[in-house]
């Protein structure tokens, strides 16, 4: 009896770590990888950033926020039937990613504290649900950049 207890209980053990690995592995912070950015020179006092968020796990988390030293007032806007909005976040899926781009989700830089030019480059931080804050240099690229025709 001894022996079957031992082996019962090892193998208890066993399922229970096994069991927990598999709770810690879906709980794993999202692999985030950022590339694309740039902010097209502004004409006015707010400016459009744009840049695609990578995740390379299988954990979903959303960018809730950006901050950035050119203004107080960095937001995060979708464009639906032709009218931009702001949204308090944007998923990126698992194994997936968000594309922030002309025409649709961006970020939305107001009351800029300076009007950056082409040739230089602007400081953001991203904001995640789960994810610890991601530092980018955005660089300023002409006005009617569009990184599709490169």
């Known amino acids: 009896m ?7 209980s090892a193998a208890v053990a066993l399922a ?7 709770c810690s592995s879906s709980d794993s912070k999202p692999d ?13 006092d707010m400016a459009g950033g744009f840049l695609t968020i990578k995740n390379g ?3 979903a988390d959303k960018l809730t926020s ?6 107080d007032d960095v937001t995060i806007h979708e464009s639906k039937n032709q009218k ?16 922030l781009e002309r025409g649709g989700s961006h970020i939305m830089f107001m009351e800029l504290k300076k009007t950056p030019k082409q040739g230089d480059t602007v400081s953001i931080e991203l904001h995640f649900e789960k994810s610890d ?3 980018v240099d955005v660089p300023v690229e002409a006005a009617n950049h569009n990184p599709q025709q490169h």
Do not use: H
């Open 16 to 22: 229970a770590a096994l069991a927990l690995t598999g």
């Open 2 to 8: 001894t022996r079957r207890t031992t082996a019962l």
């Open 133 to 135: 804050p991601i530092k």
């Open 66 to 71: 950006v901050t950035s030293p050119i203004s």
């Open 84 to 99: 931009m909005q702001e949204v308090k976040s944007f998923d990126i899926p698992a194994n997936g990613e968000l594309k």
């Open 57 to 59: 796990s299988d954990t």
């Open 32 to 44: 985030l990888e950022v590339s694309g950015a740039y902010m097209p020179q502004p004409v006015m």
